[in-house]
């Protein structure tokens, strides 16, 4: 069985930097492509970025463009995302989740999700 496992996240005062890591595990196939949503509480989980199954092409919510990088890891089933200049809006549980069809924006497009991590802003 395939799981989703995040790492990463913790506690950051403003202006800090966190990385975060998804690594798929179990019956892997490659051809699939991951994202990071975050939902904070009382809001809808909202994309933030994804990566291709190629681990070529990444995609990023405009708002994330500039602070927030995603790549591949050394392993295909691994990917980071580096969150850089945080603010206390950033607080939220982030999510890996994985999809066998192109990135989209939709959650519901995703197949398996991670249990996430929480990332906390605060100073």
């Known amino acids: 069985q395939v799981r989703l496992v995040e790492s990463g996240g913790g506690l950051v005062q403003p202006g800090g930097s966190l990385r975060l890591s998804c690594a798929a595990s179990g019956q892997t196939s490659s051809t699939y492509a991951l994202a990071w949503f975050r939902q904070a509480p009382g809001k809808e989980r909202e994309f933030v970025a994804g990566?291709?199954?190629?681990?070529?092409?990444?995609y990023y919510e405009e708002s994330f463009k500039g602070r927030f990088i995603l790549s591949g890891g050394d392993a295909k089933n691994t990917v980071h995302l580096q969150m850089n200049s945080l603010e206390p809006e950033d607080t939220a549980r982030y999510y890996c989740a994985a999809t066998g069809s192109t990135i989209s924006t939709r959650p519901s497009v995703y197949d398996l999700w991670g249990q996430g991590t929480q990332v906390t802003v605060s100073s």
């Open positions: 990566i291709s199954w190629s681990r070529l092409n990444t």
